[in-house]
């Protein structure tokens, strides 16, 4: 698999929890900020009340009635009758204000809800009930009117059916033997007596004055305020700054390309060139210049130096079968962790009792010395010139007899010329060669192609990545440019693999971090370094 290539992340919950965690304080203080906010803003903001009335529009009265029906029995008349500029006009009068009320049918019911809202309790309960009223009251007014006119109706229809039925009885006088003017004269006297039952109804209902609408429900005093509601509007509030900063924490994440963890590395990697080391946060306790990071020697008994342990028997593996290892150290960019892995993995071989000799071929920020105290030149620089011998460009570190170190001397005008001149390769093979373990310290592979020069002096090429450091599209990209050009990759080395710390430091005369980088200018990579922070040469070693 091309390292280059991306695919796409499975869902992975126990990953997110892991994100969430990371940044709990970030999305629990989103999260209690909105909540405070919104209630503060609540608690500001002015309450109101809504009270609502209830009216039945009764289709009974419409049974009772021949040929009449009341708009009762048609919710969606009624309601464009509510909204009528009639009842609203009556409705201001009588309370002194206008009023917009909200208007809506009880669900399949014959019932309507008046509800209106105020700032006052009292004036959104009197305002409910005074547009019900007015509208039972127009109602009520409407429907006396239809009786009256149907009770007008039915009276001249009773007085046509009298004139009839006398007409008949005397006809019947002339005929009394008439079966037809017989059955003539019962249905009409059996029609008046119908259309009396009906008169008679309809008069009783004219004299109690009712109609088919009542209000069913008045409504009540409100005591508590339908909004604002301060608590709601906090623990909605929160919930909803818990899900925007989650959102945002998970977002950032996806298209964070950094590696945070060895699986991100893996992911990025492929499997090709395998991880073979997880050396974890090495804590910066002491302020001797680089015995800091010289875990191996300091603190052999950390989890640090047991990885770096492990790293060696890794080198050991690969290199079966051959009498010497040449080994280069590189990474994608700075402030990864090369030259302290160079130097941590030279301690461990040489505590194993194999001859090792450190080389520093960075040659633009030469950065060896500083780790072991001593100066950077003469070196590499004067060796391959022929300007020093190699007993004077060779230091040993006291106490370590088995390790040589070559500091990178001075920096040339020139390093890719020096790196790449037929000196220095007749160099690196002459130590390859006089010692069990040669291990090269190289520039970064991206920013310049020393790196990849050196690759081809060497048989063995260890990438170092460093969590929150190191991103995919980096590590992909110096892994093809050293496949491009045949180097013989041995395997990636994680630095930070507990992800407590993103770069490594001390505060005397040199510092190693973030805010030291290599740029991607022309003829070599740029220092950020500030000007009042430069290297100061230690004592040489013996």
Same mark, same amino acid.
């Given at each position: 698999m091309n390292p280059t290539e991306t695919t796409p992340d499975k869902l992975d919950y126990r990953r997110y929890f892991a994100i969430l965690r990371r940044y709990w304080l970030f999305v629990t203080l989103t999260a209690v900020l909105s909540?405070?906010?919104?209630?503060?803003?609540?608690?500001?903001?002015?309450?109101?009340?809504?009270?609502?009335?209830?009216?039945?529009?009764?289709?009974?009265?419409?049974?009772?009635?021949?040929?009449?029906?009341?708009?009762?029995?048609?919710?969606?008349?009624?309601?464009?009758?509510?909204?009528?500029?009639?009842?609203? !006009? /009556? @409705?201001?009068?009588? +309370?002194?204000? *206008?009023?917009?009320?909200?208007?809506?049918?009880?669900?399949?019911?014959?019932? $309507?809800?008046?509800?209106?809202?105020s700032t006052n309790p009292e004036v959104a309960a009197l305002a409910a009930n005074t547009y019900a009223e007015v509208y039972v009251n127009l109602r009520r007014e409407q429907t006396q009117q239809e009786i009256a006119g149907a009770t007008a109706e039915l009276a001249s229809s009773i007085e046509g059916l009298n004139e009839s039925i006398a007409l008949t009885?005397?006809?019947?006088?002339?005929?009394?033997?008439?079966?037809?003017?017989?059955?003539?004269?019962?249905?009409?006297?059996?029609?008046?007596?119908?259309?009396?039952?009906?008169?008679?109804?309809?008069?009783?209902?004219?004299?109690?004055?009712?109609?088919?609408?009542?209000?069913?429900?008045?409504?009540?005093?409100p005591t508590t305020p339908f909004e604002p509601r301060?608590?709601?509007?906090?623990? !909605? /509030? @929160?919930?909803?700054? +818990?899900?925007? *900063?989650?959102t945002i924490v998970l977002l950032a994440?996806?298209?964070?390309?950094? $590696?945070?963890?060895?699986?991100?590395?893996?992911?990025?990697?492929?499997?090709?060139?395998?991880?073979?080391a997880h050396v974890p946060h090495v804590p910066m306790e002491s302020a001797e210049p680089?015995?800091?990071?010289?875990?191996?020697?300091?603190?052999?008994?950390?989890?640090?130096?047991?990885?770096?342990?492990?790293?060696?028997?890794?080198?050991?593996?690969?290199?079966?079968?051959?009498?010497?290892?040449a080994l280069m150290v590189t990474s994608p960019i700075s402030a990864e962790g090369k030259t302290m892995t160079v130097a941590n993995l030279a301690i461990v071989m040489a505590q194993a009792g194999q001859r090792v000799v450190v080389v520093d071929a960075d040659l633009r920020r030469p950065q060896l010395g500083n780790y072991f105290g001593f100066d950077r030149s003469p070196g590499l620089t004067e060796l391959a010139a022929g300007e020093c011998s190699f007993a004077e460009a060779v230091r040993r570190p006291a106490g370590m007899p088995n390790l040589a170190v070559i500091p990178a001397g001075s920096i040339p005008p020139n390093p890719s010329e020096v790196l790449g001149s037929g000196e220095v390769a007749r160099l690196v093979r002459s130590l390859g060669d006089n010692a069990d373990v040669l291990l090269i310290d190289a520039p970064p592979v991206l920013p310049v192609t020393d790196a990849l020069i050196l690759s081809n002096l060497v048989q063995h090429v260890l990438v170092i990545a460093m969590v929150g450091r190191s991103t995919r599209r980096n590590m992909?990209?110096?892994?093809?440019?050293?496949?491009?050009?045949?180097?013989?990759?041995?395997?990636?080395?994680?630095?930070?693999?507990?992800?407590?710390?993103?770069?490594?430091?001390?505060g005397y005369g040199y510092g190693y971090g973030y805010g030291y980088g290599y740029g991607y200018g022309y003829g070599g990579y740029e220092s950020h370094e500030p000007a009042n922070e430069q290297a100061q040469p230690a004592p040489k070693g013996a």
């Open positions: 909540g405070v906010a919104a209630f503060t803003f609540a608690s500001a903001q002015t309450p109101r009340y809504e009270a609502t009335a209830q009216v039945i529009v009764n289709p009974r009265l419409a049974e009772s009635l021949v040929g009449i029906t009341t708009t009762g029995a048609d919710m969606a008349t009624e309601l464009v009758l509510l909204r009528g500029s009639e009842i609203r !006009t /009556a @409705a201001a009068e009588e +309370l002194g204000m *206008a009023v917009e009320p909200l208007l809506e049918a009880v669900d399949d019911s014959k019932v $309507i809800a008046i509800t209106v809202e009885e005397l006809a019947l006088t002339e005929r009394p033997d008439s079966f037809v003017l017989a059955q003539e004269r019962n249905a009409l006297v059996e029609e008046r007596i119908r259309q009396q039952l009906r008169l008679d109804q309809l008069q009783q209902q004219l004299a109690l004055r009712t109609g088919g609408t009542q209000l069913s429900n008045p409504a009540t005093v301060p608590r709601q509007a906090a623990v !909605t /509030a @929160a919930l909803l700054g +818990l899900l925007v *900063a989650a994440d996806y298209l964070d390309d950094s $590696i945070r963890s060895a699986a991100d590395l893996d992911a990025a990697l492929g499997g090709e060139p395998p991880v073979v680089g015995s800091a990071r010289l875990i191996a020697e300091h603190r052999p008994q950390s989890p640090a130096a047991e990885a770096y342990r492990t790293l060696r028997t890794t080198v050991q593996f690969a290199s079966i079968g051959q009498p010497h290892t992909g990209n110096a892994i093809e440019a050293l496949r491009r050009v045949s180097a013989p990759l041995t395997g990636v080395v994680l630095n930070d693999a507990s992800g407590q710390g993103f770069g490594y430091g001390y």
